[in-house]
């Protein structure tokens, strides 16, 4: 059974700072995905990662993806308030479905 | 561009009352997929769709029905609404590829409900 965990779950960070959110899942897959929840709204699709070795940026957040270590990363360079929000991470089961991380908790400050 | 509608977006049931949330889709994809979100958790898959008249229980299907009769719609029922049952519902779709996801999933923008 396919399991993803998220770490950590809640980080509170300042301003200007770099910082990296992990996404460990437990069984072969090719395919992840990196959602964005702004509180009281819907998921947004940040990256999308389809094959070992994949790194997608955009702005201040770049995702990789290592299928042989079943890891994932979601790195913030120079973090600003405006990227504080929950981001899930989710991994193709090959069923039609996808497995949810429980998701993290950025609190960027001033 | 409309995307996925979720329809009501607000809705307060009695314990007992029954409902149907409605989701309908306009990119022409071939799966779609309910979800619930409980405060400060992740999604929980209800049902899913994989294509226009199959549907298959998710990982908390007790209490819910589904029907797929059209591609573009997805509707969610709750036949005596509990309490446990109040949560934010999220619909989504994506288009799969002989059991390859293609995308990602694009998300309604959720029905929140409540019963007392």
């Known amino acids: 059974e396919l399991k993803v965990e998220q770490n950590p779950l809640f980080l509170s960070m300042q301003e200007g700072k770099n910082y990296t959110i992990y996404c460990n899942y437990s069984?072969?897959?090719?395919?992840l995905y990196w959602y964005r929840q702004d509180p009281g709204k819907s998921l947004e699709s940040l990256f999308v990662?389809?094959?070992n070795g994949a790194v997608k940026q955009e702005g201040r957040l770049m995702a990789s993806l290592d299928t042989k270590a079943r890891l994932s990363t979601l790195h913030i360079t120079a973090a600003v308030h405006d990227l504080s929000a929950t981001y899930f991470c989710a991994v193709d089961n090959s069923n039609y479905q996808l497995i949810w991380g429980a998701g993290t908790k950025l609190i960027i400050k001033p | 561009n409309a995307g996925v509608t979720q329809t009501p977006k607000f809705q307060v049931l009695k314990t007992g009352q029954s409902m149907t949330l409605q989701c309908a889709q306009d990119?022409?994809?071939?799966?779609m997929y309910w979800y619930r979100q409980d405060p400060g958790m992740g999604l929980r898959l209800i049902y899913y769709s994989a294509s226009e008249g199959t549907t298959d229980k998710g990982e908390v299907p007790d209490g819910y029905n589904v029907s797929r009769l059209k591609k573009q719609n997805f509707l969610l029922g709750l036949e005596s609404a509990a309490p446990s049952q109040t949560s934010v519902y999220f619909c989504?779709?994506?288009?799969?590829?002989?059991?390859?996801?293609?995308?990602?999933?694009?998300f309604g923008e959720g029905s929140r409900l409540t019963v007392l």
């Open positions: 069984t072969t897959s090719d395919r």
């Open positions: 989504a779709s994506t288009q799969w590829t002989s059991g390859i996801n293609t995308g990602e999933l694009f």
């Open positions: 990662l389809l094959s």
């Open positions: 990119m022409n994809h071939n799966s």
